[in-house]
């Protein structure tokens, strides 16, 4: 069993809906989560940033963290073509990195359609 | 655009060959964190620098190696290339040696090894 499981999609959507991306891990050392967004070629970006459980907004972005369930999720409200990209769960049990930096999900491929 | 620039873009070399990767972090930024990204394996964290010094060490093969240097720009080494070598190499910075949650990523190098 891999450490982060992420599906990696395509998952399609029509403009305007509200799109849900999960990931869910299996070391319960994880502390830091995060999100990001990385275009075609692109270096990834980072859109969210928790720590330990609870919910985050950011405009149009809420990202929610259930460490009892080791599941986290990215919710984007009024979806635009824009938003089509891969995106990306990170995991991290240090703040201070240590031996193993930022645990990344596969991502999953986004895709809003106009 | 991140602020962290990475040389060269693209890069082709045959097997068994040597190349250096480079990476310049965003100004006032003192870690480098290197990532290899394949499409069966995602991101995958290689090493951490922080102000000249390895920080922390992550799934880099003993065949590549790194150092950052005073200007604390980044080298990533990889000698004795494999075709399973061919990925997306990715630097990120941050400004503290605890801030792989909230680091900023180049653009990426594009390996392929023939």
């Known amino acids: 069993q891999k450490e982060v499981e992420q599906d990696p999609g395509p998952l399609s959507v029509p403009e305007g809906a509200i799109v849900s991306l999960n990931c869910t891990y299996s070391?319960?050392?994880?502390?830091?989560f995060m999100w990001y967004r990385q275009y075609s070629r692109k270096g990834p970006e980072l859109l969210m940033y928790t720590y330990s459980s609870g919910n985050k907004e950011d405009g149009r972005f809420t990202a929610q963290v259930d460490k009892s369930s080791k599941y986290i999720s990215l919710f984007i409200r009024d979806s635009q073509p824009s938003d089509s990209a891969t995106y990306l769960c990170?995991?991290?049990?240090?703040?201070?990195?240590?031996?193993?930096?930022?645990?990344f999900g596969k991502g999953t491929h986004l895709i809003i359609q106009p | 655009d991140s602020g962290v620039t990475q040389t060269p873009k693209h890069l082709i070399t045959a097997t068994g060959q040597r190349v250096t990767l480079r990476c310049s972090p965003r100004?006032?930024?003192?870690?480098v964190y290197w990532y290899q990204q394949s499409l069966d394996q995602g991101l995958q964290f290689l090493i951490q620098?922080?102000?000249?010094?390895?920080?922390a060490k992550g799934n880099i093969l003993e065949r590549f190696s790194a150092q950052q240097f005073p200007d604390l720009h980044s080298e990533l080494n990889l000698s004795s290339l494999e075709l399973g070598d061919s990925a997306l190499y990715f630097c990120a910075s941050s400004l503290t040696w605890a801030g792989n949650t909230e680091a900023f990523f180049g653009q990426g190098t594009r390996l392929t090894v023939v």
């Open positions: 620098y922080y102000n000249g010094e390895e920080r």
């Open positions: 070391n319960s050392a994880f502390q830091y």
């Open positions: 100004s006032g930024d003192l870690s």
């Open positions: 990170a995991m991290s049990a240090m703040a201070g990195g240590g031996a193993d930096g930022l645990t």
